[in-house]
């Protein structure tokens, strides 16, 4: 089994940086791809950003490309998600996710946007951007 404990979520003002926890414990994840999903209230949970842990590869939501960045720290068995130029709808209680799933020939990366393939969840944390 795969624990998962976010932190790191704070209020912060439109425009400001915030940093994503994930510390991994358990089983492995080295063959893992983890990921980061947010919802907000009466709203579904979104993909956000993940990254491939063996090589590191990294996929983005368009909404928070070029602000957001993925990172993984292997002695940790952590992964980071760094936040920049934030918004207030940026605002929503953020999660952790890993799976050990690849996904088919024919999907490629939008695989990982899927929540359903994740096998392992945070207990999210919260994120609050003021205007």
């Known amino acids: 089994q795969v624990q998962l404990v976010e932190s790191g979520g704070g209020l912060v003002q439109a425009g400001g940086s915030l940093r994503l926890s994930c510390a991994a414990s358990?089983?492995?994840?080295?063959?893992?791809?983890m990921g980061w999903f947010r919802q907000a209230p009466g709203k579904e949970r979104e993909f956000v950003a993940a990254?491939?842990?063996?090589?590191?590869?990294?996929y983005y939501a368009d909404s928070v490309k070029g602000r957001f960045t993925i990172s993984r720290d292997n002695a940790k068995n952590t992964v980071y998600l760094q936040m920049n130029s934030l918004k207030p709808e940026d605002t929503a209680v953020y999660y952790c996710?890993?799976?050990?799933?690849?996904?088919?020939?024919?999907?490629?990366?939008?695989?990982?946007?899927?929540?359903?393939?994740?096998?392992?969840w945070g207990q999210g944390t919260q994120v609050t951007v003021s205007s």
């Open positions: 990254i491939r842990w063996s090589n590191g590869n990294t």
């Open positions: 358990g089983r492995t994840i080295s063959t893992y791809t």
């Open positions: 996710a890993a799976t050990p799933k690849l996904p088919p020939t024919l999907w490629g990366s939008i695989y990982y946007t899927r929540a359903s393939v994740y096998d392992y």
